[in-house]
């Protein structure tokens, strides 16, 4: 009798393109960790721990009594606000310019498809990279094409760029001169330029800049599209409040696409995001505590013998410590120290676990990673979201994230049980 599993089903071919989902390779070296005396220190998703805030909260729960189907372009509140904040990025926009999202992944993962790119096109997407740009390419039926310089492709048939500042592991930041020359190429040749900007408000050694500056979009949103998301400058990720804005025919066709789909932003949480986006203050305590934990996490990262690189932005500390990627899970593992994955460009993996300071300070030290991907090279990325994470990525690199790191209340040790629990079911839902 012929097997009828999804795979073998014919005309269901989407599913065949996609990479194996690297959580699966990882889960072992998570059961090992978990076997340590002291606990885990899970850094696999990079999820925040901190407490949305109050005033989110609030404005969350005030609009809870919200029994009709919400507007996929969003409440006229929260259009206003996306303007305001879009705008002051420098290069003014209109409501026609800017559209929620479910989460930023979900434009990372649908655009090539909502755009309704042609099968068989190119996507570039960067050469170190968060696996879904690669998985949103293949879903529409498109081939991603891993660059580090996207002026250096044959434009013949490429439908799509993304680029990614600051990065998503590395934590490289892209000057406004490489961000123009990459502007300038997709407007000569006609090609929509995405950039991935959630981690812009995280700049440490040096200020991140959107391709909606002036510097790099010469006051023109012509052919650019900037997308964001509130899940870790905000505390929101358990909410899916993300948005793109920029070029008014790109936007137009995600909410023509968007309002057949139904991916609609539930009312209530748009109600949030508007009080997100108009306050400042608690985007600055974020930074703080954020930095805090970068300091902390640094010192004991160099101290184990770690070399760090780029990570001059975001939430990852990108260090290797002259082993494969997965060599430095394996020896992690047994400590305690658990890494997460998630396929991408090159085929290998990223590790990613969460930390916080009383586990972190006591039995496990050195290097923590995040979600990403890597080819069987020497790094390890570390990301510093909140929990202290430790990821691999293609070439090998790992990321540490500090999303829980420094915490030490019980609101992170709740936290950091759910992250046992959860184990290897974990996936990152993603901006």
Not at 320 to 327: K, Q
Not at 337 to 344: E, L, V
Not at 395 to 403: D, E, F, K, R, T
């Amino acid at each position: 009798m012929p097997s009828t599993a999804p795979s073998a089903r014919p005309g269901w071919a989407a599913r065949s393109r996609l990479p194996a989902f690297p959580w699966d390779r990882l889960a072992p070296y998570g059961e090992q960790a978990r076997a340590h005396p002291g606990g885990i220190v899970d850094l696999s998703i990079g999820t925040p721990v901190d407490s949305t805030p109050r005033l989110v909260a609030d404005a969350l729960s005030a609009a809870s009594d919200n029994p009709g189907y919400p507007l996929t372009i969003g409440t006229p509140a929260l259009r206003e606000a996306l303007v305001a904040w879009v705008s002051g990025l420098g290069t003014p926009v209109t409501a026609a310019q800017v559209v929620p999202s479910i989460g930023s992944k979900e434009t990372v993962s649908l655009l090539p498809s909502l755009l309704g790119l042609t099968p068989g096109s190119q996507v570039l997407i960067p050469a170190l990279a968060y696996p879904t740009y690669d998985v949103g390419a293949r879903l529409a039926g498109c081939v991603p094409v891993p660059t580090d310089d996207p002026t250096s492709c044959d434009p013949a048939d490429v439908s799509l760029v993304w680029v990614n500042s600051p990065s998503n592991p590395t934590g490289e930041v892209l000057s406004a001169e490489r961000l123009r020359a990459v502007v300038a190429w997709g407007r000569e040749h006609g090609v929509l330029i995405a950039s991935d900007e959630c981690y812009l408000e995280l700049g440490w050694d040096v200020e991140p800049v959107s391709v909606l500056h002036p510097s790099v979009s010469a006051g023109s949103t012509q052919g650019l599209l900037a997308v964001h998301s509130l899940s870790k400058r905000s505390n929101l990720a358990g909410y899916r409040a993300g948005f793109a804005a920029g070029d008014a025919d790109a936007i137009a066709a995600l909410v023509e696409a968007r309002k057949h789909i139904g991916l609609l932003e539930p009312g209530p949480v748009q109600a949030a995001m508007v009080a997100a986006l108009g306050d400042r203050a608690h985007v600055d305590e974020q930074r703080e505590r954020y930095a805090a934990r970068r300091a902390l996490l640094l010192s004991a990262v160099r101290g184990a013998g770690f070399e760090v690189s780029h990570s001059q932005a975001g939430l990852y500390l990108w260090c290797t410590r002259g082993e494969a990627c997965w060599d430095t899970v394996a020896a992690l593992a047994p400590s305690g120290r658990f890494a997460g994955a998630a396929q991408g460009n090159g085929g290998a993996v990223a590790v990613g676990h969460f930390a916080h300071l009383h586990s972190f300070g006591a039995h496990h030290h050195g290097a923590l990673c995040d979600r990403h991907v890597a080819a069987e090279h020497h790094h390890l990325p570390l990301q510093i979201d909140g929990t202290g994470a430790v990821g691999l990525h293609h070439h090998g690199l790992a990321a540490v994230s500090l999303l829980g790191v420094g915490r030490c209340d019980g609101q992170a040790q709740r936290s950091h049980s759910r992250g046992q629990a959860a184990g290897k079911d974990q996936e990152r839902g993603e901006e």
